[in-house]
Each structure stands twice: as C-alpha cells, then as structure tokens.
C-alpha cells in the first residue's frame, strides 16, 4: 500500500538556496507551500502542526526556511529582513516554480508538476504568499492566511484572484483590523473567518486544531477540482 513520501529538499534560486521538507501522500490532490513570517522557518511547531493536518486529509506541503542561515542570523539582530515582502516573496515564487521542474519529483510520489498549488502564509509571510499568488495567478488555485499581515501586500491584493481565507485571533485586535482592510482590497473570492478568544501566535486550547480545519477545508474545496472538505 503507497504511504506517505517525505524528502528533505534544496531549492537553488538565484543568490540563495532554500531548504525546505516536501511531504506527498499517496494520490495527492495538491501541494500546499508554507511561507512563514516573523523569525519562524520549516520547524514552527505551529505550521507543522497545520501541514500535518493537511497530510492527513490528502494534501501534500512543501515547508521552506525562506531564509539562509546567514539571513537567518542577520534578521535575529535587526527583525530586517523578516518585513522585506519583496525578498520573501521571490522565495515563495521560486519555490512554486521550482515544484513544476523534474528536480521537484520523488521517486514513487505522485506528479508534483501537474498537481495544484495553494498558499498558506502566516504573519509577514501571508504578505508574502498573496504576493507570489498575483505573480502565479495559473498556478496557485488558493491562498489561507493564519494571523497574517495581508496589508503588507499592498499593491498586490487586487490582482489577487486566487480564493484566499484569513484566519485571524479574536483578540488580535490590530491585527483584525488590518485584515479587514486588506480583503476589501483582494481582487477575488476571500473570507474573514476570527477564532473566538484566540490571540496573535493561537496558544490557546483548541485555537490552532480551529486554524487547521479552516484550513484543510478551504485548500480541499478550492484545489484539486473543488471536491469539498472531508469530515
């Protein structure tokens, strides 16, 4: 019986290469690329928690340092390069293009070429992924925000068609505001959805297994031909 295929990946691009985890279950009906935000990479144990989820009901991910270890350590002293949109979202974008060559394709995994691709970014990282989903808009078929910064997009949003959902913390409040801001601005289909009680980073009991239904639901409903959420 086919089990899950997870491969530690490089990902060359231009003046840096990005390391990263890309994990295929058996038939996937997409792949699901993390852009993380705000210091964290490919071992946040809240992403990985979502990524896990999202395995589970048949999506594959592909979780990515957007950051070099030098960069990595330049941004722990200055928090510079964590807000540089631009710079993480040529990472997304290389990373994307990257999933469509051979050098993507594990032995025995399903076509990473031909699958679907969505975007889930979290803090400045969602700023990030709605940018790479204006710049790809035939390859990226949905985008999921979890306490992200989507203003910092800025002149992207309305060329985003891609359906995107933000997910933001009830308690969250500046950040509540700066999404509903930002969805007035996204050029295609979008939901607002704020979990009860929640805060910024979704410490709170139940707060992240929320975040990863919203999510698991909404990437099954709008990748791999809009055959709905699995219960």
């Known amino acids: 019986m086919p089990s899950v295929t997870e491969s530690v ?16 279950p058996p038939a996937a009906r997409g792949v699901v690329v993390f852009a993380h935000g705000s210091g964290s990479g490919r071992f946040s144990p809240r992403n990985r928690a979502v990524a896990q989820v999202l395995v589970d009901a ?21 928090a510079r390069l964590r ?3 631009g710079l993480l ?11 469509a060559t051979s050098a993507a394709q594990p032995a025995g995994a399903p076509e990473v070429a031909e699958l679907p ?35 910092l997009a800025a002149d992207a949003l309305p060329r985003v068609t ?33 979990v009860p009680g929640a805060t910024h980073l979704f410490e709170e009991p139940g707060a992240l297994e929320r975040v990863s239904e919203l999510a698991r639901d909404w990437f099954l409903g709008h990748l791999g031909g809009g055959s709905g959420p699995r219960r």
């Open 9 to 24: 990946v490089e990902i060359p691009l231009e003046g840096a290469t990005l390391e990263g985890v890309l994990t295929l």
């Open 58 to 78: 048949g999506l594959g991910t592909l979780l990515i340092d957007l950051l070099t270890a030098s960069e990595e350590a330049e941004d722990r002293r200055t």
């Open 83 to 85: 807000f540089d949109i």
């Open 89 to 99: 979202a040529e990472r997304v974008i290389g990373a994307i293009d990257w999933l």
């Open 117 to 151: 691709v969505g975007c889930f970014g979290a803090s400045t990282g969602a700023a990030a992924a709605l940018v790479a989903a204006a710049e790809r808009p035939a390859r990226v078929g949905a985008v999921v925000s979890r306490g992200g910064r989507p203003d």
């Open 162 to 194: 891609a359906p995107t959902l933000l997910i933001v913390g009830g308690r969250d409040h500046e950040v509540v505001g700066l999404n509903r801001l930002a969805q007035r601005l996204l050029g295609g289909e979008s939901r607002l959805e704020i």
